[in-house]
């Protein structure tokens, strides 16, 4: 939902992200960080969702933000045994990784 009222937001050249934006990033990372804490930590949702911020951040050209993701996405495939064990296993989320 953030990714899309994002790209709203470029189009009618608005700089700031809307109220929604901010309220559906938050609980994003609010969801992210209580599964990075859990059993579920390297679940192929959570690497998703990590990717989905990832795209975000890069689609509002703040590209230093979007490196932490990034960062934590790349500790996350590793921990899964690299990025050609997760092709394997998950070939769809293998693609969304390594776009």
């Known amino acids: 939902m953030a990714s ?14 809307p109220v929604p934006v901010r309220r559906h990033l938050a609980q994003a990372f609010m969801l992210v960080n209580q599964r990075l804490s ?6 192929d949702n959570s ?9 975000f951040e890069r689609l509002r050209g703040r590209y230093f ?3 932490v993701h990034l960062d934590g996405l790349c500790k996350m495939v590793e921990m ?5 064990q997760l092709t394997r ?8 990784v390594t776009r």
Not at 47 to 55: D, E, F, G, S, Y
Request: proline share 2%; with cysteine; charged share 20%.
């Open 38 to 43: 859990q059993a579920d930590a390297l679940s």
């Open 65 to 67: 933000k979007g490196l």
């Open 80 to 84: 899964r045994g690299g990025i050609v």
């Open 4 to 17: 899309s009222m994002a790209c709203l937001t470029m189009v009618e050249a608005k700089q700031e992200d």
């Open 47 to 55: 690497i998703a969702v990590v990717v989905m911020l990832t795209h």
């Open 89 to 96: 296993d998950q070939p769809s989320l293998g693609q969304k």
